[in-house]
């Protein structure tokens, strides 16, 4: 089954993307700053690749894990497309991994750039960018006098000497690679500042840039393989019964992957997470750390190490580089519970679409847009369209419009309002709603026939009273809970309207004498606005014709005559 775009429910956070198959084969693995934004351009009619199109239609789903930044996404998407190969996938297919910095395990210690870290060194990385790291490498070098890969010591320090202190330098380069870059940023800066003022302006900007290099290389946001060696970290959330765990899978220095538990939570965060671990580490060997949520039950500490057959240090980190890794773990199990319960909703709504469908005789009705009009109060006219996809609104695509001719009739502010949306009009629905009687559907169809859209997309009308569909065909069909969908449509229409309503008279844009009427309301103004035509039409009712409309009698209609006399 070819994935529907409407159903994902991707988050707007930066991360990884998954396109797979049924059976769950990686098809394809792609990095977003906005995972939502970038998905959805696989769906555009011009997809900017020719293999887009095979993609979509093989794909059955598309997961995703999100990251703390666009960087740790480059390093996790060439991670994930070394472990699954994707078909679709061209870049990475080497085996070529991202360098690290590492300094080495000698009496004596190296610093390193490597692609295959030493047995008993100490690691950082991986980088992908590569000339940043060897610039850093390169500073580190200076600074502190390290020595290199060949054990050779940089210009202006001496082996006589050196060994002394070298322990002392090795440490602080080590800090410095840890994130604590202070001592070597302040040098930079103090030289910075002294070819400057020596008006050595070349000088200055290259320390300048050094800085720079130091402050894009040791990021927060590089994953430090010193704090992630072997480390998997459990996020949980939950709505009522309702749960969701996410495992985050660290090994040598990178995010390896991300597996989704859906659960019933009945009990303690405790309870859920312990039975969630040795259901997953049952059949697989479990890390040497692992970062939870909570304190787990009795004995289940003692159950990971004897499946792993060494100790298990289990940790409920409250600070630090691992903390950080346990809340993105939390992230990405809340935003997988929010689509889980999306999609559980989804499917009801779905139906619901399905249902609606067949009451109307048509085969689907997966792209509906619902129209309504207001002519709100001191004349101002304007009108909405709604759109729901798979009986779910789709807010993104709400739209206001403010009537710019000079019709004063709910036909007329309709049909102007029609013409602008159709005239920008890209995909064809598969139901037009209006909110109106037989005359809004004959006007509006003659309209969109003269305009060639006429046998485009099918069109009815909802009127309000005994909640009545009127369509092309002349049939009259009265809504029951096949409608739901339909219904749900024109509330929604009306309920937007009325909102960009609220929102123009809060700016102080509308006055109307009616406003401080007792007794008469939005829905009541609207009534009125409807069968007479606009506010000058009220104004110049008499208060016979006035009490003669559905809902406002004699004693409101004089309070209405007596308003529009003060005013």
């Given at each position: 089954m070819t994935v529907n775009p409407s159903n994902l429910d991707l988050p707007k956070s930066s991360g990884v993307y998954i396109f797979k198959t049924e059976e769950g084969e990686v098809l394809y693995v792609g990095k977003a700053t906005n995972i939502r934004q970038r998905v959805r351009s696989y769906f555009s009619p011009n997809p900017d690749r020719a293999m887009i199109p095979t993609l979509v239609s093989r794909s059955n789903d598309v997961d995703f894990i999100i990251t703390s930044g666009p960087r740790e996404a480059l390093v996790l998407e060439k991670q994930l497309i070394r472990k699954h190969k994707p078909r679709y996938n061209s870049a990475f297919k080497d085996d070529k991994s991202y360098p690290y910095i590492a300094i080495s395990g000698h009496e004596e210690p190296r610093i390193l750039y490597t692609r295959r870290p030493p047995t008993g060194s100490k690691v950082w990385g991986p980088f992908p960018d590569a000339g940043a790291a060897k610039g850093v490498i390169k500073l580190l070098r200076r600074q502190f006098g390290i020595r290199d890969n060949k054990g050779a010591l940089p210009f202006g320090y001496n082996e006589s000497d050196e060994m002394h202190d070298y322990g002392n330098r090795i440490r602080m380069a080590i800090g410095v690679l840890d994130g604590d870059a202070r001592l070597v940023i302040e040098d930079l800066q103090e030289r910075m500042d002294l070819a400057a003022d020596s008006l050595q302006y070349e000088l200055a900007a290259q320390y300048r840039d050094k800085i720079g290099i130091v402050q894009k290389t040791i990021s927060n946001q590089v994953i430090k393989s010193r704090f992630y060696t072997e480390v998997h970290a459990v996020g949980f959330a939950s709505r009522q019964d309702f749960g969701?765990?996410?495992?985050?899978?660290?090994?040598?220095?990178?995010?390896?992957?991300?597996?989704?538990?859906?659960?019933?939570?009945?009990?303690?965060?405790?309870?859920?997470?312990?039975?969630?671990?040795?259901?997953?580490?049952?059949?697989?060997k479990p890390p040497r750390i692992l970062l939870v949520p909570t304190e787990l039950e009795e004995g289940v500490m003692q159950w990971l190490s004897d499946r792993r057959g060494s100790?298990?240090?289990?940790?409920?980190?409250?600070?630090?580089?691992?903390?950080?890794?346990?809340?993105?773990?939390?992230?990405?199990?809340?935003?997988?519970?929010?689509?889980?319960?999306?999609?559980?909703?989804?499917?009801?709504?779905?139906?619901?679409?399905?249902?609606?469908?067949?009451?109307?005789?048509?085969?689907?009705?997966?792209?509906?847009?619902?129209?309504?009009?207001?002519q709100l109060l001191g004349g101002d006219r304007v009108g909405a369209s709604v759109v729901f996809r798979n009986g779910k609104p789709e807010k993104s695509e709400y739209r206001t419009y403010r009537v710019k001719?000079?019709?004063?009739?709910?036909?007329?502010?309709?049909?102007?309002?029609?013409?602008?949306?159709v005239m920008k009009l890209e995909d064809y629905p598969d139901l037009v709603i209006l909110d109106g009687g037989k005359t809004h559907l004959t006007t509006i169809v003659g309209m969109l026939e003269d305009l060639g859209h006429g046998d485009k997309f099918p069109v009815i009308a909802l009127a309000k009273k005994e909640e009545t569909v009127y369509t092309t065909d002349g049939r009259?069909?009265?809504?029951?809970?096949?409608?739901?969908?339909?219904?749900?449509?024109?509330?929604?229409?009306?309920?937007?309207?009325?909102?960009?309503?609220?929102?123009?008279?809060?700016?102080?844009?509308?006055?109307?004498?009616?406003?401080?009427?007792?007794?008469?309301?939005?829905?009541?103004?609207?009534?009125?606005?409807?069968?007479?035509?606009?506010?000058?039409?009220?104004?110049?009712?008499?208060?016979?014709?006035?009490?003669?409309?559905?809902?406002?009698?004699?004693?409101?209609?004089?309070?209405?005559?007596?308003?529009?006399?003060?005013?």
């Open positions: 969701q765990a996410a495992i985050i899978q660290a090994e040598d220095g990178v995010i390896q992957g991300q597996v989704n538990y859906p659960m019933i939570h009945r009990g303690s965060i405790s309870e859920s997470i312990s039975l969630l671990l040795s259901e997953h580490y049952s059949n697989q100790k298990v240090e289990i940790r409920v980190p409250k600070r630090g580089k691992l903390s950080k890794l346990r809340a993105l773990a939390d992230r990405n199990a809340e935003i997988q519970l929010e689509r889980s319960l999306s999609r559980s909703s989804g499917n009801i709504e779905y139906r619901a679409a399905s249902d609606s469908a067949k009451l109307l005789g048509l085969d689907k009705l997966e792209y509906v847009v619902c129209f309504d009009m207001a001719g000079g019709s004063m009739d709910d036909l007329g502010m309709m049909s102007e309002v029609v013409q602008r949306w009259e069909l009265l809504m029951d809970r096949r409608g739901r969908m339909i219904i749900h449509a024109r509330d929604e229409a009306h309920r937007f309207v009325n909102s960009y309503h609220r929102k123009r008279r809060s700016k102080g844009t509308l006055k109307n004498p009616l406003e401080h009427v007792d007794g008469l309301g939005a829905k009541k103004i609207q009534t009125l606005l409807r069968y007479f035509g606009g506010m000058q039409q009220i104004r110049h009712a008499s208060q016979d014709e006035l009490s003669a409309i559905p809902g406002i009698g004699p004693e409101l209609a004089r309070r209405i005559v007596e308003s529009f006399r003060r005013n």
